[in-house]
């Protein structure tokens, strides 16, 4: 199947602002990555249910849940990479949106995976948006009382 990415302004729009390159190389980077970003995830879901859903789009070479920093945790994304720029496109195409863990995931096109990148870089560990969520999930309360120590907020 032919690309139906080919404008890099319109395959995310996310910027890493710890991407060392330029704006071009960043492009480039987001047009021939085999690399995606999965957000708005469930802190519960895991390696193996990722594996199960995304190996629809393609086979995978690798998953990398991202962590909180503290307490070494999943704190509600992963990357996955593929063998081919194709079953990336696939999994952004027609695995972005669909529900895992009761919530509507996000996938992105992603510059590549790089050590470092898995942990959250938000100031309590996990993730930065999770910071300045208003809406909170309905299992909050059980989370919280579970000794979580974290509040959990959806997207
Ligand atoms: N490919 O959409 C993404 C994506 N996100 C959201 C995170 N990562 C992503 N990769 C792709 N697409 O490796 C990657 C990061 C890193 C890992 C964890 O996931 O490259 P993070 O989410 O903890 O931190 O990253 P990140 O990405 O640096 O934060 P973000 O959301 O871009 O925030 C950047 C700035 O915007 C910060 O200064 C923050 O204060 C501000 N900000 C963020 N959300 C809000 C908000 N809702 N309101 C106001 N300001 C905000």
């Known amino acids: ?3 139906l990415f080919k404008d890099p302004s319109k395959l995310s ?7 060392a390159g330029s704006q071009e190389d960043f492009e480039h980077a987001l047009l021939t990555s085999i ?12 390696e193996e249910q ?6 629809r789009a393609g086979e995978i070479k690798k998953i990398i849940m991202g962590l909180d920093k503290n307490t070494k945790t999943p704190c509600g994304f992963c990357f996955v990479l593929y063998y081919s720029r194709e079953d990336a496109e696939d999994a952004v195409k027609y695995i972005s949106g669909t529900i895992l863990d009761d919530r509507p995931i996000r996938v992105d096109f992603d510059w ?14 996990g993730q930065v948006r999770d910071e300045y969520r208003t809406d909170y999930d309905p299992d ?7 000794g979580y120590g974290k509040l959990v907020q959806r997207e």
């Open 35 to 46: 690399t995606v970003y999965v957000g708005n995830m469930s802190f519960y879901t895991t």
């Open 13 to 19: 729009a996310y910027r890493d602002r710890r991407f």
């Open 140 to 146: 909050i309360l059980l989370i919280h009382i579970g």
């Open 50 to 55: 990722v594996y199960e859903l995304f190996t």
């Open 112 to 125: 590549g995976f790089q050590e470092g990148r898995q942990w959250g870089r938000g100031r309590s560990g």
């Open 1 to 3: 199947m032919a690309s």
